[in-house]
């Protein structure tokens, strides 16, 4: 059974930087994609960041030059180095994860459309200005 745990979510000021991590375990495939998304109060979920295994990313235009998704396969785990964080970053982050490596607009596609099959819990992010 695949779980996902995310960490190191927290309050920052606007300008400041936070890195998060989702911790994996359970999932043995080769192939996958793994991606961050995001949920504010009110407000639908966002896909932030994808990454696949064969290195491909993909990211949403809101935090383009500002957040890099990685991954550490020794350590199975997954991160979002978020910098230049801005109020209307604050939400609720999860890790999502799926079967299959895909890449281009096929990742972006994943993304924009949540279409992940094991999610985790979420790690609260909160932006003061």
């Known amino acids: 059974q695949v779980q996902l745990v995310e960490s190191g979510g927290g309050s920052v000021q606007a300008g400041g930087s936070l890195r998060l991590s989702c911790a994996a375990s359970g999932y043995t495939y080769s192939t996958y994609c793994m991606g961050w998304f995001r949920q504010a109060p009110g407000k639908e979920r966002e896909g932030v960041a994808a990454?696949?295994?064969?290195?491909?990313?993909s990211y949403a235009d809101s935090v383009k030059g500002r957040f890099t998704i990685s991954i550490d396969n020794a350590k199975n785990t997954l991160y979002l180095q978020m910098n230049s964080l801005k109020p209307e970053d604050t939400a609720m982050y999860y890790c999502a994860a799926d079967h299959g490596s895909v890449g281009g607009p096929w990742l972006m596609s994943k993304l924009i459309l949540s279409d992940f099959g094991y999610w985790g819990q979420g790690t609260q992010v909160t932006v003061s200005s």
């Open positions: 990454i696949s295994s064969d290195s491909s990313t």
